[in-house]
């Protein structure tokens, strides 16, 4: 399976600053997708990252608090756009190799808003 | 509406005993994916296993082994000789093939492992 980075790790910020989120792959996959998981809870996915188009966002996500980027097959961004403290969670990005494929899970980015 | 459920919330057993998680799924398509993942305290998601729904075969991969029973929408996952590294929490989750990108996950077991 494909070796996927997240940066960063951790970071504490304050409420109403954004934060980028980096996915990196190293080799190219058909889809990437970005998670949340609230303290103590399960997976929610928030989007679908399409490559060279706006991302396919789920229901309670919107564009403008999570704007996400892909420009290539190996790498996307997630950004967490002013931040309240109920965003603190753990964010995922996951890739699979085809429409139907397992998905591969990154190590995550542990946000604490403050 | 696809759903799962893991009705384990916390397992806690003593190191070399097995241990089976509990999931049960729900699916209109005849046609779906089920996974379990493994979540340690680390954060990051271990994918352990994947099942077609035409593949009811049970698989064993050393101490790890699944139980899939159509019949009753279970999928079943049993640690044998449990080990301390085995705490973590396991995620059962499901894809049908009419939205197969879209993966629903269970709400997690926490697997604790006493030496």
């Known amino acids: 399976s494909a070796v996927i980075s997240q940066k960063p790790s951790r970071d504490i910020c304050q409420r109403g600053t954004s934060l980028t989120i980096q996915c990196q792959v190293d080799s190219q996959v058909t889809m990437m997708f970005w998670y949340r998981q609230q303290p103590g809870q399960s997976l929610t996915l928030i989007a679908t990252a399409n490559q060279g188009s706006e991302a396919t966002y789920e229901s309670g996500f919107v564009i403008d608090k999570f704007p996400i980027s892909r420009p290539n097959l190996t790498f996307s961004t997630l950004t967490v756009s002013n931040m309240s403290p109920e965003d603190s969670s753990i964010y995922l990005c996951?890739?699979?190799?085809?429409?139907?494929?397992?998905?591969?899970f990154g190590p995550g980015t542990r946000l604490t808003v403050l | 509406a696809q759903k799962v459920t893991q009705a384990q919330t916390e397992i806690s057993v003593v190191e070399k005993e097995d241990v089976t998680l509990d999931c049960v799924y729900e699916t209109r398509d005849t046609t779906y994916y089920l996974f379990w993942y493994k979540q340690p305290p680390s954060g990051e998601l271990v994918f352990l296993i994947r099942?077609?729904?035409?593949?009811?075969q049970n698989e064993i991969s050393g101490r790890y082994s699944w139980n899939f029973q159509k019949s009753t929408s279970s999928f079943n996952f049993t640690i044998t000789a449990s080990q301390v590294v085995d705490s973590a929490v396991y995620f059962c989750?499901?894809?049908?093939?009419?939205?197969?990108?879209?993966?629903?996950f269970g709400s997690g077991t926490r697997l604790s492992i006493r030496p």
């Open positions: 989750a499901l894809s049908e093939y009419s939205s197969a990108s879209k993966i629903i």
């Open positions: 996951s890739v699979s190799s085809g429409y139907t494929d397992t998905q591969y």
């Open positions: 099942r077609n729904s035409f593949d009811e």
